[in-house]
């Protein structure tokens, strides 16, 4: 019973290049939550998603970041033209309803920016 | 008023002793109070929970008290091990606020070390 998925686990970009961030929540969970940590703070909450629907996306910066969850396959967290300050660990989490019990999360992706 | 405080920002506790962590919240609305923690290159785990109709909730070593009134709550590792050693976040959330999206609001997080 895997857990939830991310990958890739460590990717670099360079500043202007697209960042797409992929996320396999928990097999049976269809709620899917993406959060950013950066060095020294906290998760901060960017989007909730179930499949085919955004249903918050109040933490997500209003350019340059989208994510997705399509009826087929993984959930894509994408930022577009990406700059230093986009350097963090993004995680996802699953679960299976849409309320707050028990957020799985995956083990993030480290993004850097050079 | 979304925040949550927690205090301290690191902990070092001698093995078998106590480690405490303190969290601090605004919002009344709150409803659900959720202790993570997360060793490194890993993500955040659910280690234990408590919602504002009790004051105390137990699970092994870890106990979550909270108290409502001082709007305030906190997780108390006994006899902690060198295993323990990891960071730990308090979380929030609120049905009301959030619309039922299961959205947290998390501390800025404790890096706690056990010395053997």
């Known amino acids: 019973n895997a857990g939830v998925m991310q990958n890739p686990r460590h990717l670099v970009r360079r500043r202007g290049q697209e960042a797409r961030l992929r996320c396999s929540p928990m097999k049976g969970h269809s709620h899917v939550y993406w959060y950013r940590q950066l060095p020294e703070e906290g998760l901060k909450f960017m989007v909730y998603l179930q499949k085919e629907n955004i249903i918050d996306e109040s933490g997500m910066p209003k350019e340059r970041f989208s994510a997705e969850f399509p009826k087929e396959g993984p959930s894509i967290l994408r930022i577009q033209q990406v700059v230093r300050g986009d350097s963090a660990a993004y995680f996802c989490a699953s679960s299976p309803t849409g309320f707050n019990e028990k957020l799985f999360f995956g083990s993030g992706t480290q993004l850097s920016v050079l | 008023q979304q925040q949550v405080k927690q205090s301290p920002q690191s902990l070092i506790v001698q093995k078998g002793g106590i480690s405490i962590i303190n969290c601090a919240y605004e919002?009344?609305?709150?409803?659900?109070f959720p202790w993570y923690q997360q060793f490194p290159g890993k993500g955040p785990a659910l280690l234990i929970a408590i919602r504002p109709d009790v004051s105390e909730k137990k699970e092994g070593r870890f106990t979550i008290s909270f108290n409502k009134s001082a709007k305030q709550f906190s997780l108390h590792i006994m006899d902690s091990q060198p295993g323990d050693s990891a960071t730990y976040f308090c979380a929030a959330s609120s049905r009301t606020l959030s619309g039922n999206t299961g959205k947290l609001i998390f501390g800025q997080g404790t890096t706690l070390q056990v010395k053997p």
């Open positions: 919002n009344t609305a709150f409803d659900y």
